[in-house]
């Protein structure tokens, strides 16, 4: 068994990781990125060990979530992090494939559907020989349009489907999203600090939205001019941040 330890996400929350299931700095980032609403019912797919749920867990909205994992193991934990921080009720964990949702989930039932998808296409890249990391890495046990698929399946008309992914598949993911009839609303680009190229891009896309119309928002800097984390990074790490800066 992969050792485990045990990490703040503030206010209280705790999570359980692994050098196999562990969450970075593009999780934090989708997370904040997604911000449920008040009357929201979420659904993350892909979550590994849970970061982007419990991140969430912090507020008291939204009510429900659910969080989908294909690997029996990250599911344990996550089932194990619900249990340390009595969230058992409020964050169900469904041990699934997010190609086979059907009869599981009930269509058109989620107002928001967030995923941090692998970010190398099947093929692309130098493999990981560990299976977990294959998994997170690279297009293996799903696509960019088994993604899309799934988030048209569980979203409500006008449901959000927020996502991060590296810019060279920036075209991958909106052909994507268009071709399940989810149209994309808000783009934001990530840069490590000015004069470097974007490192990653935060996307939304509505279900049913009219075409045309998305806005490109200010680049999120992570950060500042002296080399630390920026004013906004430090922001969005929020409550934990006097663990991690």
Not at 70 to 93: F, H, K, P, W, Y
């Amino acid at each position: 068994m992969a050792t485990e330890k045990t990490e703040p996400l503030g206010k209280g929350i705790r999570i359980i990781v692994s050098e196999e299931h562990t969450f970075w700095t593009d999780t934090v980032l989708l997370a904040d990125f997604a911000k449920p609403k008040k009357n929201d019912k979420a659904c993350d797919l892909g979550s590994g060990c849970g970061a982007i749920p419990l991140i969430w867990a912090r507020e008291p909205y939204p009510k429900k979530i659910t969080a989908v994992e294909i690997q029996e193991n990250a599911c344990d934990m996550l089932n194990r992090s619900l249990e340390l921080n009595g969230l058992t009720e409020r964050i169900e964990v469904l041990n699934s494939d997010l190609r086979e949702l059907k009869g599981k989930l009930a269509s058109g039932s989620y107002d928001l559907v967030v995923c941090n998808p692998p970010y190398k296409a099947e093929g692309a890249g130098i493999q990981s020989k560990a299976s977990a990391h294959i998994i997170a890495r690279h297009e293996s046990m799903c696509t960019m349009d088994d993604i899309a698929k799934a988030a048209a399946w569980l979203l409500n008309f006008s449901g959000r489907l927020c996502m991060c992914q590296r810019p060279e598949r920036l075209c991958d993911v909106i052909c994507a999203m268009r071709e399940h009839g989810i149209e994309p609303k808000r783009l934001r680009f990530v840069q490590q600090r000015p004069g470097k190229p974007p490192k990653l891009f935060l996307i939304e896309g509505r279900r049913g939205g009219k075409p045309g119309g998305m806005t490109a928002e200010p680049v999120l800097f992570i950060e500042g001019p002296d080399g630390n984390f920026s004013e906004e990074m430090i922001n969005i790490y929020g409550a934990y941040k006097e663990d991690y800066l």
